[in-house]
């Protein structure tokens, strides 16, 4: 006769709360996991924007160290010790690469000396 007895409608009622909760479950993780790809698109961009200030930074000195060198009357360019270059492979724990280092690092502060001495006889 089609009308249907009260449980009948209790239990379709119980089977479309359910369908709707499941849709809700699904679109609270789709959320979820929107929330946390944006999080990490915002923490990428943010060590991309760090990186870029970083070499940024780092080409405003290397700009400045090569103006000062120029301006000091030093031959610009990389140490003297440096007479092959670096290949894959290389062995940085080597005896050869702890000389290297340090002529480097021995030629850089040359360098930076020679400059501050010659900026404070201009002075």
């Known amino acids: 006769d089609g009308r249907r007895t009260c449980a009948e409608l ?7 709360i359910s369908d709707v909760e499941a849709w809700f479950k699904m679109q609270r ?3 979820l996991r929107l929330e946390n790809e944006l999080q ?3 923490a990428i961009a943010q060590l991309q ?3 870029l200030q970083r070499r940024q930074r780092s080409a405003e000195s290397q700009n400045w160290a090569s103006a000062a060198v120029t301006a000091a009357g030093l031959s610009p360019g990389p140490p003297p010790s440096i007479d092959r270059p670096v290949t894959l492979g290389a062995d ?4 050869d690469a702890a000389v290297t280092t340090y002529k480097e690092e021995t030629w850089e502060i ?3 000396q020679s ?3 010659a ?3 201009a002075a």
């Open 10 to 16: 209790v239990d379709d009622r119980a089977h479309r």
């Open 29 to 31: 993780d789709e959320l």
């Open 40 to 42: 990490q698109q915002h």
């Open 49 to 51: 924007q760090a990186e």
């Open 92 to 95: 940085c724990n080597s005896p």
């Open 110 to 112: 040359n360098v930076v």
């Open 115 to 117: 400059v501050l001495f």
């Open 119 to 121: 900026s404070a006889g």
